[in-house]
């Protein structure tokens, strides 16, 4: 099977994931690039290593998230499912087992809130990893004078952790907010859906979902 760490070295798909982030600066989009891909891929490994999945399920999971938004080369609109085509051919290609093309290719074609459903293991890990990267550091719009709600919010996010409990029974998003530059508000206004979809991946593992900001459980 075809490794993470072969995968992330491989200069092809770099150049895929750059291109892709390059037509979402141009949009205005958050930053999408090789910081964004690597810690979903690592944070998804977490979570289902943390729960004992096998060792393949791990890295399956860590390789979906490393190409899951390589469809926004081809348009953001349903980037799910072009990622998702995206990834077949280039992991086919590779001599990736057909049944773990299947698993990464419904892990990457159901991670988006608009049509995504955490139908697998690989697929919830992959949705509760790619939502919870909510960070400052995404912001590319140098000017605050500029910022729309989705930069606001992202800026006032000061530090976003992802932490299951040791009893396996809660997985807790932890931000920290600085609700001088976006509120409480703004963040439930541009992410609503994307926490319901995380509680149903949650759900999906056995663990109920938590999301406290500034230390007060909101969800």
């Given at each position: 099977m075809l490794s993470y760490e072969e995968l992330r070295q491989d200069a092809e798909i770099r150049t895929?994931?750059?291109?892709?982030?390059?037509?979402?600066?141009?949009?205005?989009?958050?930053?999408?690039?090789?910081?964004?891909v690597t810690r979903v891929s690592e944070t998804a490994g977490y979570i289902l290593k943390t729960l004992g999945y096998s060792e393949r399920e791990v890295e399956l999971a860590r390789i979906a998230g490393y190409l899951h938004d390589i469809g926004n080369l081809v348009n953001r609109v349903d980037h799910s499912q072009s990622g998702a085509v995206m990834a077949f051919r280039l992991l086919d290609h590779r001599?990736?087992?057909?049944?773990?093309?299947?698993?990464?290719?419904?892990?990457?074609?159901?991670?988006?809130?608009?049509?995504?459903?955490?139908?697998?293991?690989?697929?919830?890990?992959?949705?509760?990893?790619?939502k919870s990267d909510v960070r400052s550091s995404r912001v590319r719009n140098p000017d605050p004078q500029l910022f729309d709600i989705h930069?606001?919010?992202?800026?006032?996010?000061?530090?976003?952790?992802?932490k299951i409990n040791e009893e396996h029974t809660l997985i807790k998003l932890k931000l920290s907010v600085d609700t001088h530059v976006s509120?409480?508000?703004?963040?439930?206004?541009?992410?609503?859906?994307?926490?319901?979809?995380?509680?149903?991946?949650?759900?999906?593992?056995?663990?109920?979902?938590?999301?406290?900001?500034?230390?007060?459980?909101l969800m």
């Open positions: 895929y994931i750059e291109r892709a982030d390059e037509s979402l600066a141009a949009l205005g989009y958050t930053e999408h690039s090789f910081a964004h001599n990736c087992a057909p049944e773990d093309i299947a698993t990464i290719v419904t892990a990457i074609g159901n991670h988006d809130e608009g049509t995504g459903v955490p139908v697998n293991a690989v697929a919830a890990a992959l949705i509760l990893a790619d930069d606001r919010v992202n800026y006032s996010v000061k530090k976003s952790v992802l509120s409480v508000m703004d963040y439930f206004e541009i992410f609503l859906q994307r926490m319901i979809l995380c509680r149903k991946a949650a759900d999906k593992l056995g663990l109920q979902f938590r999301l406290l900001i500034n230390e007060q459980q």
